[in-house]
Nanobody, 125 residues
Framework: EVQLVESGGGLVQTGGSLRLSCAIS????????IGWIRQAPGKKREAVSY????????WYIDSVRGRFTISSDNAKNTVYLQMNALKPEDTATYYC??????????????????WGQGTQVTVSS
C-alpha cells in the first residue's frame, strides 16, 4: 500500500518561510518521482516542483523558481519543499504526489497516481 502524508503547512506573513514534508511509504522510488502540487480556491491544480530519483533532477514552475527548493532524505523516505519569500499568491492546499516516470511530463497533474491528503499554506499580506 502506497501512502503519502504531507505536513508543515500553516499561516505565515508575506516574505516568510515554511518547509513542507511528505512522508512516503510503500513506493518504489526507482519507478516514481515526487511532485508538489498546489490548488488555490477556484483554480486548477498546479504542479510547482518535482524531483526524479532516477537521475536526481529537479524541476520548478517559473513562478516559484528561486524561492522554493525541493529536496529528499532517502533514509527517511521523506521529500521536502522549502518555501522562502512567500507571497499571498502562494496560498493554496499543497499536495505531494507520485508520478510514474516515463509516462508523462512532471507538470501533467492528471497523470499523478498517488496523492497525499494535502496541507494548507496561507500567506497573509
Amino acid at each position: 500500500e502506497v501512502q503519502l502524508v504531507e505536513s508543515g503547512g500553516g499561516l505565515v506573513q508575506t516574505g516568510g518561510s515554511l518547509r513542507l514534508s511528505c512522508a512516503i511509504s510503500g513506493l518504489n522510488f526507482d519507478d516514481y518521482g515526487i511532485g508538489w502540487i498546489r490548488q488555490a480556491p477556484g483554480k486548477k491544480r498546479e504542479a510547482v516542483s518535482y524531483v526524479s530519483f532516477s537521475d536526481d533532477h529537479t524541476w520548478y514552475i517559473d513562478s516559484v523558481r528561486g524561492r522554493f527548493t525541493i529536496s529528499s532524505d532517502n533514509a527517511k523516505n521523506t521529500v521536502y519543499l522549502q518555501m522562502n519569500a512567500l507571497k499571498p499568491e502562494d496560498t493554496a492546499t499543497y499536495y505531494c504526489a507520485a508520478l510514474e516516470e516515463g509516462l508523462s511530463t512532471w507538470d501533467s497533474v492528471s497523470r499523478y497516481k498517488y496523492w497525499g491528503q494535502g496541507t494548507q499554506v496561507t500567506v497573509s499580506s
